[in-house]
């Protein structure tokens, strides 16, 4: 069994095409993806770790760029 694949909020920022990792952050928070591990990062301070595999999964719900979603189709 392999271990699972933890991204940091900059790993995130990357994946999404955000310019900051607050906005990260706050995508994750708007969709439920939760922090599954936390450790101290690279300048000592400790980073939330989040499962890539959720945020590839929450990312692949999204709608497109422009989509309507006012226009349900009933």
């Known amino acids: 069994m ?3 694949e933890l991204w940091t909020a900059q790993d995130v920022a990357n994946f999404l095409g955000l310019a900051s990792t607050g906005s990260a952050r706050r ?3 708007r969709w439920g993806v939760k922090a599954v591990d936390y ?3 690279e300048n000592g301070r400790t980073e939330a770790r989040y499962s890539g595999e ?3 999964s929450a990312a ?3 709608p497109g ?3 309507r979603t006012d226009l349900a189709n009933n």
Do not use: C, I, M
């Open 39 to 41: 450790k101290p990062g």
């Open 65 to 67: 760029r422009g989509t």
């Open 54 to 56: 959720q945020v590839r």
């Open 2 to 4: 392999t271990a699972p």
């Open 27 to 29: 995508t994750l928070s």
């Open 60 to 62: 692949s719900l999204r």
